[in-house]
């Protein structure tokens, strides 16, 4: 059975930091793409950042581009999402998610991430 994880979340205020992890059990991440995805109330559930767990391949959405940064650690299973200089337009559940690669590349679509974590909150104050 998969599991992912997530811990990390919190309130901050902004321009302040937080540090999410995500740990799968049941699922080698190694070799496959990882990624972190955030929904705010009302909102559909959008992508923040991906890796590919075996290359140098990551992606991030506009939005968070030179804020925020993801990176894995195969050996602990385990995923990290940096985020730093925190808005308030960042709240949002912050979800963690696994997929397949495709040739080595990963792709937005939830749609290819069949595993998902069950979320942790993120709230940022003005």
């Known amino acids: 059975q998969v599991q992912l994880v997530e811990s990390g979340g919190g309130t901050v205020q902004a321009g302040e930091s937080l540090r999410l992890s995500c740990t799968a059990s049941g699922y080698t991440i190694n070799g496959n793409c990882m990624g972190w995805f955030r929904q705010a109330p009302g909102k559909e559930r959008d992508g923040v950042a991906i890796?590919?767990?075996?290359?140098?391949?990551?992606y991030y959405d506009a939005s968070v581009k030179g804020r925020f940064t993801i990176s894995r650690d195969n050996a602990k299973n385990t995923v990290f999402l940096q985020m730093n200089s925190l808005k308030p337009e960042d709240t949002a559940m912050y979800y963690c998610?696994?997929?397949?690669?495709?040739?080595?590349?990963?792709?937005?679509?939830?749609?290819?991430?069949?595993?998902w974590g069950q979320g942790t909150q993120v709230t940022v104050s003005s």
């Open positions: 890796i590919y767990t075996a290359g140098p391949g990551t």
């Open positions: 998610a696994a997929g397949p690669s495709y040739y080595g590349a990963c792709n937005w679509p939830v749609g290819n991430y069949p595993y």
